[in-house]
Each structure stands twice: as structure tokens, then as C-alpha cells.
């Protein structure tokens, strides 16, 4: 099990400096190899997919750990590090920060094609890839946008997604880790981590008490379009005379006070401009109703589908079908092992202990005694 708690991610400026970058990439061919001889490729996605041994490893490769500049850095220099020995290590790495998360398709593809997979498991890895970054813009509605999408893959097809999201009002950030291994479900709880400075309002509809909000939501677009609308406009016009603004920690959210016949006020916590009147939204909604998904994750996967979509649908299935959404951050988990007093939490002595074998690793690099000593005491201090 991963640690539960929290870790505080600060919103990096400027750039690596470049002798750093070398230094990352130089140590990340040499733990990359080690790791993969000794535990195989698709052992080494699953461990990518863990917040706790992520963050290991990028406080190994001397970044600071508790930047968000290690996310984007460490994965720059992961892909750097392997390139040209990808077939032979059976890694893959895709996406990256800003511009190049767009391309992780495309790179997906291309490696499809040069290691002869079939088109249905590249078709898979892509829809995996995309549907991972939609998960977290549009289901866990937490303030923080996407701005780093990477895919990580085996040639078995085994893999993970770590991508990052800020949050510009706060100047912090967190990261989502997905591991397909463990996925059953990808709109229900998906993540095999996710790692946070603090907990903020969120729209939650990944939760396992978001099931009923997802079900309404699905049958809402399987329904009549101009029914789904009259719900809609109900909400316009009781939240549009009644909804005020109000200030919270996140500096990103809204709560909404409705009051429909004969029912109490009740709060609704959702991001802003939820039903302003919108004919894109409306263009969205007779789409999705035009195509019928048959599920709640197919209903996600179109396109124009997004997070005020989402938020619509969320607020008609609560509001008039009673179906309330879970409002509980996601982010549960942390880099700190805790502290023999308890503080701030009692030592996760499995996270400990497989901590320690992760450093077992570092005595088989080829570097000077010197520099081995001064990565562990490194990552000791920082655990």
C-alpha cells in the first residue's frame, strides 16, 4: 500500500539548468538499465505508476523533491535517457510537458509501427492515453488543469500515465498516476495515486459514490434531447436569479444556491460559469444525445465532451434526480515515509521497507563511492 497524506508541490519558473538535465539523464540510463535487468520492463511501468517510488527516483536523480519542476524534468530525462535503447530495454515513453503532451498519440503510433504491433493494441494504447487525460479534466473537477500528459508502455502493452496539473491560483500543483494493471474501471477510481499539497473543493465524479450520478448522467443523453434541455433551463433560471460567488482557498470555485418548488435550498459546489447560456454547450449535449453511449465512459470519450459537459450533467442528475455527487478531493497520497513519533503520520513500514530495496539498487551503479553515498543520504533525508 502507498502512504496516504500529503506533499507540498510548488509551481516552478524558469528552466533546468542544463548541467543538471545532463546529470539527470546520465544517472537515469544507468538506473533505467539496472532496474530493467533485475526486475523486467513491465516491473519498471509498475513502479512509474507509483507517486511514492516516482518521487524516489527524482529525488535520486538530484531534483528537488518537493518541486513540481520533477514531474516534468524527470520524465524529460527518463525519455531522453532511453532513447535509442527502447527495443532493447521494451520501454516506451511518450507525451511530455505543454505542446509536446499533444503528440503523445502520434508518438504512440509511430512506436506501434516500428515495433509491428497490431493496429487494435496501438488503437487501445491511444484511447487509453486520451481517455486518461480527459479522466482528469473533466471528472475530477479540483481547479487544476492539465498541462503534462506522459505515457508510459511496455512492448507487452502494459502501462502507466503520469500527468500534472496547476492550479495558477495558488501557485501549486499535483499529479496523477493510472497503472492499467490495476484499472477495471476508467471513470470509476482509476488513479493508483494521485499526490497533492492540500485538499480543495472538488467535483468528484470518479468516486465510487458518484456511481449514481454517472448512471443519470448516462440515461440523460440517452433520453430526448429537448427533455434533457427543459431540465437544463429549469436550473438556468432558478441559479441565474439566486447564485452568488463566494471565496475559497482554491480561488477557482463557486457554489451555486438553487431553490426549486417546494424544495429547501441546497448548494451545489461546481467550478464557474456552469449555466451561463451557452449554445456551444447546448451543440455538445444534442450531440451526445444524437449518439446515444451506451456508457458513461463512451459518453466521456466524445469529442467536444469536457468538463462543463460533465458539470451540466452532474448538477440535472443531483438537483432534479437526487443523485448527489461525491465532493471529496481525491488526492490521497505522499511522498513522506512519517515519522517514528507519529509525525505527520505513523511510518507505512511496507512503503518503508520497499523504499530501502529501491536504494539496494543504487550500490550497482557505476559511479564514485562518493557520489553513491550522497544519493542515498539524499533521498534518506528527504524521505
Keep these: 500500500m502507498i502512504q ?81 535503447a527502447e527495443k532493447d530495454l521494451g520501454i516506451f515513453i511518450c507525451g511530455g510537458k505543454g505542446k509536446t503532451s499533444r503528440k503523445t498519440p502520434d508518438e504512440i503510433r509511430d512506436w506501434g509501427q516500428n515495433l509491428s504491433l497490431p493496429e487494435s493494441k496501438v488503437d487501445n494504447l491511444v484511447y487509453n492515453s486520451k481517455m486518461a487525460a480527459k479522466v482528469d479534466s473533466s471528472l475530477v473537477q479540483d481547479g487544476f488543469q492539465i498541462y503534462h500528459h506522459s505515457f508510459f508502455f511496455s512492448k507487452k502493452g502494459v502501462w502507466a500515465v503520469v500527468q500534472q496539473g496547476m492550479n495558477t491560483a495558488n501557485q501549486t500543483a499535483r499529479r496523477y498516476h493510472w497503472y492499467s494493471e490495476n484499472i477495471t474501471d476508467l471513470v470509476c477510481e482509476p488513479h493508483s495515486g494521485i499526490i497533492s499539497q492540500v485538499k480543495v473543493p472538488a467535483l468528484n465524479l470518479t468516486a465510487k459514490e458518484s456511481q449514481n450520478t454517472r448512471e443519470i448522467s448516462t440515461e440523460l443523453v440517452q433520453g430526448n434531447y429537448n427533455s434533457l434541455i427543459n431540465d437544463i433551463q429549469i436550473l438556468r433560471k432558478h441559479s441565474c436569479r439566486l447564485s452568488r460567488a463566494v471565496s475559497l482557498k482554491s480561488g477557482e470555485s463557486r457554489l451555486t444556491l438553487l431553490k426549486l418548488e417546494n424544495r429547501e435550498y441546497r448548494y451545489h459546489s461546481v467550478l464557474s460559469e456552469d449555466f451561463s447560456k451557452s449554445r456551444y454547450l447546448e451543440r455538445i449535449l444534442f450531440k451526445a444525445c444524437e449518439a446515444s453511449p451506451e456508457s458513461y465512459e463512451r459518453l466521456l470519450s466524445l469529442e467536444g465532451v469536457g468538463p462543463k459537459t460533465m458539470r451540466a450533467l452532474s448538477l440535472v442528475s443531483e438537483i432534479i434526480y437526487g443523485a448527489k455527487p461525491s465532493y471529496e478531493d481525491p488526492a490521497r497520497y505522499s511522498f513522506a515515509h512519517g515519522g517514528k513519533d507519529a509525525t505527520p503520520y505513523p511510518v507505512d513500514r511496507k512503503t518503508y521497507d520497499f523504499t530501502i530495496e529501491f536504494l539496494r539498487i543504487i550500490q550497482r551503479m557505476k559511479l564514485p563511492f562518493s557520489e553513491k553515498n550522497e544519493i542515498i543520504n539524499r533521498l534518506r533525508k528527504n524521505g
Design 4 to 84: 496516504r497524506g500529503v506533499a507540498t508541490f510548488t509551481l516552478d519558473s524558469g528552466t533546468c539548468p542544463r548541467w543538471l538535465f545532463e546529470r539527470m539523464v546520465r544517472l537515469g540510463r544507468q538506473m533505467v538499465s539496472i532496474l530493467v535487468q533485475e526486475y523486467g520492463p513491465d516491473e519498471f511501468i509498475r513502479r512509474i505508476a507509483d507517486p511514492v517510488w516516482f518521487q524516489s527516483l527524482g529525488t535520486v536523480l538530484a531534483f528537488d523533491w518537493n518541486a513540481s519542476g520533477l514531474t516534468t524534468i524527470l520524465t524529460a530525462a527518463l525519455k531522453e535517457a532511453i532513447r535509442g
